[in-house]
């Protein structure tokens, strides 16, 4: 029991020195819109989460020494799938945002079984070096959707502080963008289509 105090004190500290409380970096999407990937499509992993906000039944995080007593992963670079669809929601800090791109568009590239990545980042400016990371992607993009600034919010990184009737949602000052990348047999397993995406932004809108 000790030991398992031990590790619980290391992963709460850490994730409470990464963020304050309503940073986005560690940010969630709405349990109603995970929800609504898993049933639909089947997506039962997130790419980029901890174990303190994860909603699905496996998980990628960052700090794998202090995450891996409690289910993660490991790290979204060193995971490779080659089937399946994932949910991936980046911190989102511009360096982060780019080696999503990249790894989704390798994994894409080096597939030839049905994959598919639903990618959800904050509308930025496409500098430069953040063009040619989307870049690598690019050529997997079946669709693209965004959710207005003042119609989405954000399950914080942070919400087991909260207590009673405490925030525990985040709403961005900027519109979000929803990337669906998939190869070939990806848009064939998991059809894109305009019902569908529907949904999810009314989902996006869910503080449950």
């Not at 568009?105 to 597939?111: E, I, K, N, T, Y």
């Not at 430069?128 to 207005?148: G, Q, T």
């Not at 064939?188 to 569908?196: N, R």
């Amino acid at each position: 029991m000790r030991l398992l105090h031990c590790r619980l004190f290391a992963l709460v500290s850490r994730y409470s020195a990464l963020a304050a409380d309503k940073s986005a970096f560690q940010a969630a999407l709405p349990r109603p819109m995970m929800r609504l990937l898993k049933e639909r499509w089947g997506v039962t992993h997130e790419c980029y989460a901890s174990p303190l906000n994860r909603c699905l039944a496996t998980f990628g995080s960052v700090f794998d020494d202090t995450d891996k007593w409690f289910g993660s992963s490991g790290s979204f670079y060193a995971f490779r799938p080659v089937s399946g669809c994932y949910e991936a929601n980046p911190p989102f800090d511009t360096s982060s945002v780019q080696a999503c791109f990249r790894h989704v568009g390798a994994l894409l590239g080096a597939s030839d079984e049905p994959l598919c990545f639903v990618v959800v980042v904050p509308e930025m400016d496409m500098s430069s070096s953040l063009a040619r990371a989307f870049a690598c992607a690019k050529p997997f993009l079946r669709h693209h959707e965004v959710a207005k600034v003042s119609e989405h919010a954000y399950l914080m990184g942070l919400q087991h502080q909260r207590t009673g009737h405490g925030e525990r949602y985040w709403r961005p000052v900027k519109n979000s963008m929803l990337y669906f990348f998939q190869n070939r047999l990806g848009a064939e397993s998991y059809p894109v289509t305009a019902d569908f995406v529907a949904e999810l932004i009314q989902a996006f809108k869910a503080v449950d």
